[in-house]
């Protein structure tokens, strides 16, 4: 599923190549996708507009449209990816690490598009028919985003309650990004069991967190996605940490397949 560094992927290749199109067409009909906008509703909004700044929070994106417009909010699911195809053939797109299962020019899993006048056009391109478009997105509601929280915002997420450490760092209200795997590479880097309960936690633990936070995310943006980072190979029946060579531990922690060193995270 995409996560926080997957979503930075895919804003990034608006804002290096579908800022400042106009838009001349919107498909907008798949009714799942773009709930709960009607067919044509997008479309009547963004059309003679152009793209002006891509965001991200967490694991949302939106576009602003100019001063007066609307804001376009794209969430890609659990196997979203931004294509932008361009008239000569070329393409760019970021997003779910999933090459190999698209040829370039192969679009039969595009579920929303903008057209530009000058021919190209950026495509939400995903299998699972997961992700999400609509109008004005909700994304005050989310916490501070994993890449750019403060000491005192990271102090604050984890201040409250009894809930195991995983579930704190999966909770995007408390903070934005952290999905599954780059939970697991976090408390693994942190020396930590992802069952230790948050008010168990002390002030050493928690700038230790806060640095594997902020290692781990930018590592992953570095390398292209989650699933470069150090432990995800080791997730596996029978792996061993790649640390100090113990077996890895497997259980659920908030509701999600965990894994972590059964002697370093005991």
Known sequence: ??????VESARAVIER???GRKIIDVDDTDTYVCRPHLPGQIRDALVGRELVAAHRRGKSMWCDTGD???ELGIHLGMSGK???GD????EVDGGDYWEGRRLPGDYRWSRFALSFADGGRLMLVDPRRLGRVRLDPPVEALGPDAATITPKQFRAALAFGTAPVKARLLDQDAVAGIGNLLADQILWAARLNPGRRVDKLTDDDVARLLRATRASVRAAIQGGGVHTLTIIPYRVAGGHCPRDGAPM????VGGRTSWWCSREQA
């Open 82 to 84: 931004i294509v932008i």
């Open 68 to 70: 007066d417009g609307p």
């Open 249 to 252: 531990s497997k259980s659920t």
């Open 1 to 6: 599923m995409p996560e926080l560094p997957e």
């Open 17 to 19: 190549s579908g800022l």
């Open 87 to 90: 008239a000569d053939g070329t």
